[in-house]
């Protein structure tokens, strides 16, 4: 592809800071948080029980608290995943990441899987929140992720996304392509690989516009030193790996 310049804060804009490991402390989330400011990231994805600590560490800025939603699995009730939504608006959150579930998709119970996204969109849009319908592509083939594409077009939510980045693969390229392909005015999120520069610019480059990571501050210190260089360009180069 022809090189196009990249500015640093393009690339922030992108970031998903992912906060979401099991064992991350109240000192992790702050440092997290403070990170997330210093950058410009986009937002700060949290675990649900997390976020009231972190919109008091987002209070004042422009980074978004965003949290998630039957996760990692997606195998809660379609009511229990409606409260989670509710509870965690009301505490804040302007942004949800929501697992469909992958279980009733991979039975062909697709009327399940739209009910259950719709239901969750319809209370995140009540708040004014953002939905993201993450598919856990790992377990899907090309024809399912279509699938799924079409599922949360009809069932109104705003983003789709490749992964937890807790399954055995996350974001692929080739996934992303797809996505991006089908998406039908959905935006896309990869999630799950994204673990430096270079992977993050050949996410770009797929016309993919959030990325969820927590290796935020090696993508970024990398993307200054090329920028002070001269030599930030966005590139399709790049290679994904697992988890967050």
Not at 35 to 47: D, E, G, H, P, T
Not at 102 to 129: C, F, P, Q, W
Not at 191 to 219: C, F, M, N, Q, Y
Request: aromatic share 4%; glycine share 10%.
């Amino acid at each position: 592809m022809d090189k196009r310049v990249i500015t640093v804060q393009e690339i922030a804009d992108t970031l998903d800071h992912s906060l979401l490991r099991p064992d991350i402390t109240v000192k992790e989330l702050i440092a997290g948080c403070e990170l997330a400011k210093k950058y410009n990231c986009v937002s700060v994805c949290v675990r649900p029980s997390d976020l009231p600590i972190v919109i008091r560490e987002l209070s004042g800025t422009k980074v978004l608290p965003t949290t998630v939603i039957g996760f990692p699995h997606g195998t809660a009730t379609t009511e229990s995943k409606v409260f989670e939504t509710k509870d965690a608006v009301e505490k804040g959150a302007v942004e949800v990441d929501m697992v469909l579930n992958v279980g009733r998709l991979l039975s062909g119970e697709y009327e399940y899987v739209l009910n259950d996204i719709a239901a969750v969109a319809a209370e995140a849009h009540k708040g004014n929140a953002i939905l993201k319908v993450i598919f856990e592509n790992y377990y899907l083939t090309d024809e399912l992720i279509v699938k799924c594409c079409e599922l949360s077009k009809k069932a109104g939510a705003d983003f789709i996304k490749t992964s937890t980045g807790y399954a055995g693969g996350g974001a692929t390229i080739p996934d992303l392509k797809l996505m991006v392909k089908h998406a039908d005015g959905m935006k896309v999120k990869a999630a799950g690989g994204v673990k430096d520069l270079d992977a993050a610019l050949a996410v770009i480059a797929t016309g993919t516009v959030r990325i969820g990571t927590r290796s935020s501050e090696d993508i970024l210190l990398e993307a200054v030193k090329r920028e002070q260089a001269g030599t930030l360009f966005l590139s399709d180069e790049g290679e994904l790996g697992s988890g967050y």
